[in-house]
């Protein structure tokens, strides 16, 4: 699948690839709207399309958040989704056991930032044989995930891509250092700017993350002008009612207009 990535970003005018799709999977009907939806926008400016769902929401601050609708069935969704849309999916797993379930119903296995280092997890991952899209850690310097890199290749999957989703600012604040981004492209695989959680507020007092939606152009723009191989955002109808990460997820009908602007600083570049 990774290959297919990079055939068809060279076949078609060079452009970024783009995971995208709601934080987490809230039933069928919502999963397909969303993906069809991108998948017109996506074909319309030649941009290679995963679809993005977690079948759960295993990092959350409070007992009473939103979790998930139950694994089964949102991989269930995430594999209808992928079928009828003819589409490659990516979901994240948790821990080792989680690898080999969710390798079922997707093509691409995500690793969350904050388990980027955890060994068991990694070479489960990539015993599966699936494309492993690895979250550079908010506490990692870019230099570092050549380690996760490595865990991954040495257990013998070459499909690894790298994804930075900023870097913690103190307590409550994440920046994204586009240094990094060239940094970790010389490790030979693609390298994803994930622009909504990039924007994330975490840590309030609140319990509920926050976030700054209105800096996603921002940090898209930047993100092409650097020459990142692919972007990540989360998405949704209306983020006010999404049942995760809404405060800093792009309402879906804006997505064309923003995609539209990075693919022409995309061809200037």
């Avoid at 060279?10 to 995971?19: A, D, E, I």
């Avoid at 995430?78 to 079922?104: F, M, S, Y």
């Amino acid at each position: 699948m990774l290959a297919k990535i990079n055939k068809i970003q060279h076949k078609k005018s060079g452009n970024f690839f783009l995971l995208a799709g709601p934080c987490a999977i809230e039933g069928e009907e919502m999963a397909i709207e969303i993906a069809e939806k991108i998948v017109a926008i996506t074909n319309k400016l030649e941009i290679p399309f995963i679809f993005k769902g977690s079948y759960r929401k295993a990092n959350r601050s409070r007992l009473d958040s939103f979790t998930g609708i139950g694994d089964i069935e949102a991989l269930n969704i995430l594999k209808k989704v992928g079928e009828r849309c003819n589409i490659p999916t990516v979901t994240d797993i948790h821990t080792a056991e989680e690898a080999a379930i969710a390798a079922q119903y997707v093509d691409v296995l995500q690793i969350p930032a904050f388990l980027c280092r955890q060994t068991d997890l990694l070479v489960a991952a990539a015993k599966t044989g699936k494309v492993v899209n690895i979250k550079k850690g908010q506490f990692l310097a870019p230099e570092s995930m050549l380690h996760a890199i490595t865990k991954v290749k040495e257990s013998g999957n070459s499909s690894v891509m790298l994804t930075d989703r900023g870097t913690m600012f103190g307590y409550q604040d994440m920046v994204v250092d586009f240094r990094g981004i060239p940094t970790m492209q010389e490790f030979g695989v693609p390298v994803i700017l994930d622009i909504t959680h990039s924007l994330q507020q975490p840590n309030q007092s609140s319990g509920v993350t926050g976030g700054k939606p209105a800096m996603i152009e921002t940090i898209a723009k930047a993100g092409i002008a650097t020459g990142i191989d692919g972007l990540f955002l989360e998405t949704h109808p209306n983020p006010t009612t999404a049942k995760s990460d809404g405060s800093n997820m792009l309402q879906l009908d804006r997505l064309e207009d923003l995609l539209t602007k990075l693919v022409r600083i995309r061809k200037v570049l």
